[in-house]
């Protein structure tokens, strides 16, 4: 069995409550903008002068997104392919939130701490620990396993 499947299936075994799984279709892409958001609210100076000044995406988090999309591509490019599209979202959702002159970094904070109230609940009525409490790379496995439900609907495999 392919080290994507394990995992997949291990994130899924606490994760079986129809409203545990409701829950984490909205919280855990919420989770993972957050964190890009934070990320991107980094001050990216020497992003910017090594990557190219006045380019928005030139910063923390498109490097950071680049490190998780190679991990990615460990366990399943097609995987990698629709979380490099989902990343890209959240770096142009964040980009159109600084550019509004919106404080990103409270509106992520804000989201964060929402989303993992809802997780936590999510948890409880479950009955189960979140996984990553087990293993911490299961904070990455979380929204691949959303995407592996989104392939298997369309027919593609992962």
Known sequence: MR?????LQEYGESHKNATNKAIHWICVPLIFFSIVGLIFSIPSGIVQK???EGNP?????????????????TLSVPLTVGMALFGLLCLVISNRIASAGLP???????????????QFYGHKVEGKKPSFLKD???????????MHFIYKQLGIPY
């Open 57 to 73: 995406y030139a910063n923390w988090a498109t490097l950071a997104l680049v490190i998780v999309i190679c991990y990615y591509v």
């Open 136 to 146: 911490i790379q299961f904070l990455l496995i979380g929204p691949a396993w959303l």
């Open 104 to 118: 990103l970094w409270q509106v992520s904070i804000a989201i964060f701490v929402l989303a993992w109230i809802g």
């Open 50 to 52: 090594i990557l190219g």
């Open 3 to 7: 080290k994507i499947d394990l995992l």
